[in-house]
């Protein structure tokens, strides 16, 4: 069981910057995201966008905002659960709540802080009949490691900056072959990228495959093999380990949906007074609430953030005063 003081899911840059917040506080905060990494959209979706209404940077890039809010929160050692959803709660007589995963991780912690955004991340699934059957036996839809591939055989699929950057980097002395499948001619993502795939393709280091798609998968228990049906090759069988099918993540609410939340319009109804939901001791900041004039920008996340830190403090401590004091004069002091 992991134990903290303000337990929050989603490490988006909400989450994040709530853990800085609680740290001035002295509060320990320990994160749950269902994504393999830390950021939210902005990794997930945006990486290289520049971002222009953050104070103080004229202009960032959403990977290096990210980046930045790691490296602030480092003096408070914050605890993660990656690449696992949230996905039940209970509250206990003494009145802490217990967060269980879908991976079965349990998390206990008096006060729970929602930063769920958009919501759990679900990727698009090709609509190939038996793809179920495959999924972990040889069927992914997120790279968690790319050494799980070292010297195996991997076919992608997908137009976007996700399936051209998985496929330079496999190709680069990880995978023993790599195939990219995409329905079109042309790509979607950066031109830099796509001008290193066809570079690696002329090479002969990767076989590229353009207007086609993965339309079979085959193999008794484990994925041995695709069919690729080729608009006017017809199909192409090829053998293969491991199919990857790129083709973006969708955001769903998720198992928060049914913790028993005041919902309106897939958000999180909150008290814009500390931003607690219907529930005394589960917050919601960020993206995922709502309340009259929201607005979903990050800026107003880190607001919210900081003043449902402050309410958290005086639920955890009730016999303590806490007295506001500048950074600027008491510095950061980590645990
Ligand atoms: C293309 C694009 C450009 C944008 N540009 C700007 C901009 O210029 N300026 C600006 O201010 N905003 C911008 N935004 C909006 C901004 O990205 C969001 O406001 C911001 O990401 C909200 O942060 P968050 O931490 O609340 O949520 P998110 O970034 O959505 O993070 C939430 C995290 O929670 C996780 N999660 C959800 N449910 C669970 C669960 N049950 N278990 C585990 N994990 C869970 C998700 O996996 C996700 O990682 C942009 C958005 C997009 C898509």
């Known amino acids: 069981m ?29 994160l749950i995201d269902s994504l393999p990494q830390a950021g939210g959209q902005l990794t997930e979706i945006y990486p290289k966008k520049p971002i222009y209404d953050i104070p103080g940077f004229p202009e960032v890039l959403a990977g ?25 709660i209970e509250k206990t007589e003494d009145n802490f709540f217990i967060v269980t995963t879908d991976k079965g991780t349990q998390h206990k912690a008096p006060v729970v802080a929602i930063a769920g955004g958009l919501g759990v991340f679900e990727p698009r699934k090709p609509p190939i009949d038996n793809l179920l059957h495959y999924e972990n036996k040889g069927v992914e839809y997120i790279i968690k ?9 991997v076919v992608i699929a997908g137009g976007g900056d996700s399936a051209l950057d998985w496929t330079i980097y496999l190709a680069n002395g990880i995978a023993k072959e790599v195939t990219l499948v ?9 031109l830099d990228s796509v001008q290193k795939v066809i570079a690696l393709a002329e090479a002969g280091k990767i076989n590229l495959v353009t207007e086609a ?4 998968l085959y193999g008794e228990q484990n994925l041995t093999g695709v069919g690729i049906m080729h608009n006017t090759q017809g199909l192409i069988q090829k053998d293969c380990q491991h199919f990857i099918p790129l083709f973006g993540l969708s955001p769903k609410l998720g198992p928060i949906a049914d913790w028993g939340l005041d919902i309106e319009k897939h958000a999180i109804k909150v008290d814009t007074y500390d931003y607690q939901t219907n529930i005394p001791g589960i917050y919601a900041i960020g993206d995922v609430n709502t309340y009259p004039g929201k607005l979903k920008l990050i800026l107003c996340g880190y607001h919210e953030a900081t003043l449902m830190c402050q309410s958290a403090f005086a639920r955890i401590h009730p016999e303590k005063k806490h007295v506001l004091k500048y950074t600027t004069v008491n510095g950061i002091q980590g645990f």
């Open 145 to 153: 490691d790319p050494l799980f591939y070292k010297d195996k055989s």
């Open 2 to 30: 992991i134990q903290t003081d303000i337990l929050i899911i989603g490490a988006g840059p909400v989450g994040l910057f709530t853990v800085f917040e609680a740290g001035l506080l002295k509060l320990h905060c320990h």
């Open 213 to 216: 798609e993965v339309t079979a």
């Open 64 to 88: 290096d905002l990210i980046k930045n809010q790691l490296k602030q929160i480092e003096p408070f050692k914050p605890g993660f659960t990656l690449g696992e959803v949230a996905k039940t």
């Open 182 to 190: 995409h329905r079109n001619a042309s790509f979607r993502g950066h």
